[in-house]
Each structure stands twice: as C-alpha cells, then as structure tokens.
C-alpha cells in the first residue's frame, strides 16, 4: 500500500461544480502539502499545513481551499471549478524535526479535467 | 522571488547517450537540493539530494548530481542512459530560510532503444 494516498485518481466534472479532492498518509508526518501540476510550469504549491491547526497558503491559492481534519488527513477543495483549474494535482508529506532534510513524499496524483 | 531554471524542456537521446540536465536557482542563502524523477502516469520519486558535505552526490540508478555554489547550480548527469530513463525529471531547491520546496520547470527525457 501506498505511503501517501490520494482519491480520486481521476475526475472529470463541469464549470462550477464542487470538488473535493483527498489525501491521507501513513508516514506519520506533521507536515503536508497540495501541489498542482501544469506542463512546462513543474510544481507549484497550493497550500500547506503543519499541523492540523496551522494552514497556509502556497504560491496559487485562489480558488481553492483546503482542510486538515487529522494528522494523516489533508483535503483540498475546489468550491466552483473553473477549465484551468483541469490539472494534475499532487499531495505530499515531509517529516520535521532532526531528520527533516526537506525530502516530500508524494502520492500518485489526482487527475482533474473541467469541462 | 526565489526561482528554479530547468533550461532544457525536452531531451530526446539515444541509449547509451551520455546525460546532463541544467538546473540553476536563484541566490537565498543555504539551500537543500534534490532532483526528483516522475516516470510516466507515475508520481514523483527521489532520485537524489545534497544538504551538505562532498557537493557531488550519487543517487539511485546511476545518477549523480554536482552541487556548484559559485554557479548556483546543481546538474543532474547520468553516463549512460537506458531506455527505461524516459521521464520528466523535476530539480526542487528548500531555501533554509524557508518551508517548502520550489520546483522548477521540468525537462522530458525520451530515451529511444
């Protein structure tokens, strides 16, 4: 079983619907982190949390909103999607304290596509 | 803003072929350097790192990484490359100052057999 995992793996929905996209972990990480995916632009971050009461935006927030219901679990919601938010969305988690490196841990992807 | 420069978007090689992917970043004090591969319909894997120490770093599958600070760069390099090398490959720089990671671009590797 996947260390971090993602659901649904695939989505394809219309402009203006809600969609709710989630991530769970095993690694026992405080922090993580949603990323989105666009060809030719890498990684960019979405929001991140390191801890179930700390969230915070990344780089492109607007238009998105997440929750940390657990430790192991981070959400993000898209409340009225919109055709550039089709995308390739990535969830990760990064280990603190002495052995923190900066190293993430990904999971294998959500694939979003607005019609 | 703090920034990663991948230079080559595509890289298309014959097997055997010899490897380098440029990767530069712009100045931010101490910094952690990875290069993450993501093989097709696959997420990201950690294909090395450097943090500090001998700035030549080995990964896995016979990659290998240079961390040159007076360049601000950190090329990713490979001998000779296999067919099974076909991906996108991601080079990420954490900014000690910071908490996250910044990516760059990416660079598509197609290995043809």
């Known amino acids: 079983d996947a260390d971090v995992t993602q659901t649904p793996r695939n989505r394809i929905t219309k402009t203006g619907k809600r969609i709710m996209l989630e991530c769970s972990q095993t690694?026992?990480?405080?922090?993580m982190y949603w990323y989105r995916q666009d060809p030719g632009l890498g990684l960019r971050l979405i929001y991140y949390?390191?801890?179930?009461?700390?969230?915070n935006k990344g780089e492109i927030s607007d238009g998105y909103s997440v929750s940390r219901q657990a430790q192991a679990k981070f959400s993000l919601s898209l409340e009225s999607a919109i055709p550039n938010q089709t995308a390739l969305y990535f969830c990760?988690?990064?280990?603190?304290?002495?052995?923190?490196?900066?190293?993430?841990?990904f999971g294998e992807g959500s694939r979003l596509t607005v019609l | 803003a703090q920034s990663v420069s991948q230079h080559n978007h595509h890289v298309i090689l014959s097997e055997a072929a010899s490897l380098e992917l440029g990767c530069n970043y712009s100045?931010?004090?101490?910094?952690?350097l990875f290069w993450y591969v993501q093989y097709p319909g696959q997420h990201l894997q950690l294909l090395l790192k450097?943090?500090?120490?001998?700035?030549l770093v080995k990964g896995i599958k016979g990659f290998e990484a240079e961390f040159i600070k007076s360049k601000f760069s950190f090329n990713l390099r490979k001998p000779s490359v296999q067919w099974s090398d076909t991906a996108e490959y991601f080079c990420?720089?954490?900014?000690?100052?910071?908490?996250?990671?910044?990516f760059g671009g990416g660079t598509r590797l197609m290995v043809k057999p």
């Open positions: 990420a720089v954490k900014y000690n100052a910071g908490n996250m990671l910044t």
């Open positions: 690694k026992g990480h405080d922090r």
């Open positions: 990760a988690t990064r280990e603190t304290g002495g052995a923190n490196t900066g190293e993430l841990f």
């Open positions: 100045y931010g004090g101490t910094v952690n």
């Open positions: 450097y943090f500090s120490g001998d700035p």
């Open positions: 949390s390191f801890d179930v009461k700390d969230i």
